[in-house]
């Protein structure tokens, strides 16, 4: 069944293709994080590695493999490439995922702890 107009139906093969493709780079905790962290701002690999706590040819490894995938882009700043995410569904979809998450665990937090076998 193909997606009718109002957006109902089943989308195409090609289409959950290319949704599982990026799902599946960001399904890396390290692309995930580089990903978070150009949603803020652009920066340079130098200054990703270090907030994201990898070395720098894993994060630019990780940067080429967004890249290729059309996540993120890169501008030329002087001597220095600048990254900065070029998809901003990618963001959405980032920010809404993380945001259910830390809500549901700080809802865990804040209910109140049972004890005893009879609570």
């Not at 894993?58 to 080429?64: D, E, F, R």
């Amino acid at each position: 069944m193909q997606r009718r107009a109002d957006g109902s139906g089943d989308p195409s093969p090609e289409l959950l293709d290319q949704a599982a493709a990026a799902f599946g780079l960001l399904a890396s905790p390290s692309r995930l994080h580089i990903v978070w962290a150009l949603a803020q701002g652009e920066c340079d690999v130098t200054h990703l590695a270090e907030r994201v706590g990898g070395t720098l040819p894993a994060v630019s490894q990780h940067l080429a493999k967004l890249k290729l995938a059309g996540l993120v882009r890169s501008r030329r700043e002087g001597r220095r490439q600048v990254y900065l995410v070029d998809d901003p569904g990618v963001v959405t979809v980032v920010r809404t995922m993380v945001g259910e998450l830390s809500e549901r665990a700080e809802a865990e937090r804040a209910a109140p702890r049972r004890r005893g076998f009879g609570a």
